[in-house]
């Protein structure tokens, strides 16, 4: 059975810092990752894609990168700023089926100060 | 703007009654999914609907849960007999064709007295 952890649980650092959010997961064979922000009572807004055949996807000041063979990802977020301040999910789709159910990690909540 | 209408936001019902929550997508999508999270716990998957039936759910959908998209447009989750653990974040998900993410709605907060 897939699982997939996030460490740090919780991150907090000042504005401006490079920082990097770690994602494990136990089965490799993974089709895609997708890494979400959560806000406090609010859904999950998806930030980046990478399927399994990838190494890295990037969106402004967000990278994330994927080695499969060791299941891990890590997001980099670069110049943090206060409005970076959520809760940053992961989740895996596994090989094989068509249904994209997504298992995901517990996440890492991030504050940002100013 | 999300792509993905829940509603309600907040429903508060007594034990063993039942409840529906509604999924509206602004345009055709192909795959829906309901996932929920209990306070302080992962997001899990509850079940997936494609082509208008069920292609997959977890162990947690059982018979009291239920699914449909009766007027092609709203997507609905029923919980008959709600029970206290019932009490959860209830997230609608949709999907189009291909390698492309899941965009999801902001949550119906679902609170079972």
């Known amino acids: 059975k897939q699982e997939v952890t996030q460490i740090p649980a919780a991150l907090s650092v000042p504005e401006g810092e490079n920082l990097v959010l770690n994602c494990s997961f136990t089965?490799?064979?993974?089709?895609?990752l997708q890494w979400f922000r959560q806000d406090p009572g609010k859904g999950l807004t998806s930030l980046l894609l990478i399927q399994s055949s990838q190494r890295e996807q990037t969106s402004g000041r967000l990278n994330a990168s994927l080695d499969k063979s060791s299941g891990r990802s890590t997001l980099y977020i670069a110049a943090s700023q206060p409005g970076d301040s959520a809760t940053y999910l992961c989740?895996?789709?596994?090989?094989?089926?068509?249904?994209?159910?997504?298992?995901f990690g517990k996440g890492t909540l991030l504050t940002v100060n100013p | 703007e999300p792509e993905v209408t829940q509603t309600p936001s907040h429903q508060v019902t007594q034990m063993g009654q039942e409840v529906i929550l509604r999924c509206v997508p602004i345009?055709?999508?192909?795959?829906f999914y309901w996932y929920r999270q209990i306070l302080g716990q992962k997001v899990e998957f509850l079940v997936s609907?494609?082509?208008?039936?069920?292609?997959?759910k977890s162990e947690i959908f059982d018979d009291q849960f239920s699914v449909e998209r009766p007027d092609g447009s709203n997507f609905t989750l029923k919980i008959r007999s709600t029970k206290l653990e019932d009490s959860a974040m209830y997230f609608c998900a949709i999907r189009d064709r291909g390698n492309q993410p899941q965009h999801f709605g902001d949550g119906t907060r679902l609170s079972i007295l």
């Open positions: 609907f494609y082509n208008n039936e069920i292609s997959e």
């Open positions: 989740a895996v789709k596994e090989s094989g089926g068509s249904n994209y159910k997504l298992t």
């Open positions: 345009s055709n999508h192909l795959y």
């Open positions: 089965d490799s064979a993974i089709y895609n």
